[in-house]
T-cell receptor, first 112, second 116 residues
Framework: SQQGEEDPQALSIQEGENATMNCSYK?????LQWYRQNSGRGLVHLIL?????REKHSGRLRVTLDTSKKSSSLLITASRAADTASYFC????????????FGQGTRLTINP | NAGVTQTPKFQVLKTGQSMTLQCAQD?????MSWYRQDPGMGLRLIHY???????DQGEVPNGYNVSRSTTEDFPLRLLSAAPSQTSVYFC???????????????FGPGTRLLVL
């Protein structure tokens, strides 16, 4: 079964607005990662946050992690049409880098 | 670097046929994994390898075999294809877990498989 549940399943906003996606998980983790998938393509790594970190930034991306609530959020600021994609959270357990468990994803559409 | 490459890009099989999906990486990564992605869902881990000669099962291993004879290659074999194996298959690789940033996975472009 999948570890992560993402909310919302789909999000449609206007270009320039901020987009927030949430991820909840069930078991203890070593790290949590966010990936982007453009339609018909492979996944691309966006950002990784470790279990002892609370917030991380990368360009227009901001990720938070609350291990007490077993949840994370991804904020994309000043969205662009090119941000249209599906976004997945993936949890890395104590078993090692190769055993990521993915959520079902949020489909983000940026309207020009 | 070519990164992670997968062949073929698309394949149609009949029920009961066997085939091998190829995956190669040129980044000298220790870890390699196979995932499947079904419509509207995230990725589910099929098999993974922590190094040449070492493989283990993931969440959905039934009907699939893997081997890792070299660091670069990690083929996925479908023994007797079934319609339930219709999916998009992704191969991924990553550095050693012990290195900073080693947990990041690099994905191939995927293989779309249709089993009739």
């Amino acid at each position: 079964s999948q570890q992560g549940e993402e909310d919302p399943q789909a999000l449609s906003i206007q270009e320039g607005e901020n987009a927030t996606m949430n991820c909840s998980y069930k078991t203890s983790i070593n790290n949590l990662q966010w990936y982007r998938q453009n339609s018909g393509r492979g996944l691309v790594h966006l950002i990784l946050i470790r279990s002892n970190e609370r917030e991380k930034h990368s360009g227009r991306l901001r990720v938070t992690l609350d291990t007490s609530k077993k949840s994370s959020s991804l904020l994309i600021t000043a969205s662009r049409a090119a941000d249209t994609a599906s976004y997945f959270c993936a949890t890395g357990g104590l078993g090692g880098a190769q055993k990521l468990v993915f959520g079902q994803g949020t489909r983000l559409t940026i309207n020009p | 670097n070519a990164g992670v490459t997968q062949t073929p890009k698309f394949q149609v099989l009949k029920t009961g046929q066997s085939m091998t999906l190829q995956c190669a990486q040129d980044m000298n990564h220790e870890y390699m994994s196979w995932y499947r992605q079904d419509p509207g869902m995230g990725l589910r881990l099929i098999h993974y390898s922590v190094g040449a000669g070492i493989t283990d099962q993931g969440e959905v291993p039934n009907g699939y075999n893997v081997s890792r004879s070299t660091t670069e290659d990690f083929p996925l074999r479908l023994l007797s294809a079934a319609p339930s194996q219709t999916s998009v298959y992704f191969c991924a690789s990553s550095y050693s877990h012990g290195l900073a940033g080693g947990e990041t996975q690099y994905f191939g472009p995927g293989t779309r498989l249709l089993v009739l």
